[in-house]
């Protein structure tokens, strides 16, 4: 049972576009969302994480917007950037930051220059 | 070190031997997760320790596969019996104390032939 489904699988965008990446999870449990960015041969690095209490959080470039009732998230690139190329994954867990995380299946992303 | 360093970085073994898997968290975290990386596809939970003791080996697929952290720092996944379903990459990540966000080691990409 994938608990957190992630779309799209891969999306190109140019540089200085908008990339967005939605999740859905079917845990109402999940309280905590976490987006990671991994490059190839290296381990996912933490983004941007966001709790239920807000619909929306900005850091720099990127955006999670939520929707509780809908249990939905995304994650938005604004003025997207060649070095944004990167694999990046969705996840959920309950409780703590610290808690065993569900991740998505992962969003290629190439921004093209 | 500075951050969750993973040893060796790339394994491969024949089918049935015996594998280990080293993973040094960052000094002080008490919590430390391992997760398992299919090609193209999002990190699966395995297994997490606080300090020494084992709470949560849901995830370990089958039998084959034991980990472990007797000081409560280092850990090592060890995998018997290795199958070609085994081939993946195997992330270590560690958190402060459960409350603060997981860093993730680089893996350790393990092929079996």
């Known amino acids: 049972q994938q608990q957190v489904k992630q779309s799209p699988q891969s999306l190109i965008v140019q540089k200085g576009g908008i990339s967005i990446i939605n999740c859905a999870y079917e845990?109402?449990?999940?309280?905590?969302f976490p987006w990671y960015q991994q490059f190839p041969g290296k381990g996912p690095a933490l983004l941007i994480a966001?709790?239920?209490?807000?619909s929306e959080k900005k850091e720099g470039r990127f955006t999670i917007s939520f929707n509780k009732s809908a249990k939905q998230f995304s994650l938005h690139i604004m003025d997207s950037q060649p070095g944004d190329s990167a694999t990046y994954f969705c996840?959920?867990?309950?409780?703590?930051?610290?808690?065993?995380?569900?991740f998505g299946g992962g969003t290629r992303v190439l921004v093209k220059p | 070190g500075a951050g969750v360093s993973q040893s060796p970085r790339y394994k491969v073994a024949k089918r049935g031997q015996d594998v280990a898997l080293r993973c040094d968290p960052i000094?002080?975290?008490?919590?430390l997760f391992w997760y398992q990386q299919a090609l193209g596809q999002g990190p699966e939970f395995l297994t997490y320790?606080?300090?020494?003791?084992?709470?949560?080996k849901s995830g370990l697929p089958s039998d084959r596969f034991f980990a472990e952290r007797p000081e409560g720092s280092v850990s090592t996944l060890k995998i018997q019996r290795t199958q070609q379903e085994d081939s993946a990459v195997y992330l270590c990540?560690?958190?402060?104390?459960?409350?603060?966000?997981?860093?993730f080691g680089d893996g350790t990409r393990l092929s079996i032939l």
């Open positions: 000094s002080g975290h008490v919590s």
């Open positions: 845990n109402t449990a999940f309280d905590y």
């Open positions: 996840a959920a867990s309950i409780g703590a930051a610290g808690n065993k995380l569900t």
């Open positions: 990540a560690s958190s402060r104390d459960g409350e603060q966000p997981q860093h």
């Open positions: 320790f606080q300090n020494e003791a084992q709470l949560d």
């Open positions: 966001i709790r239920p209490d807000v």
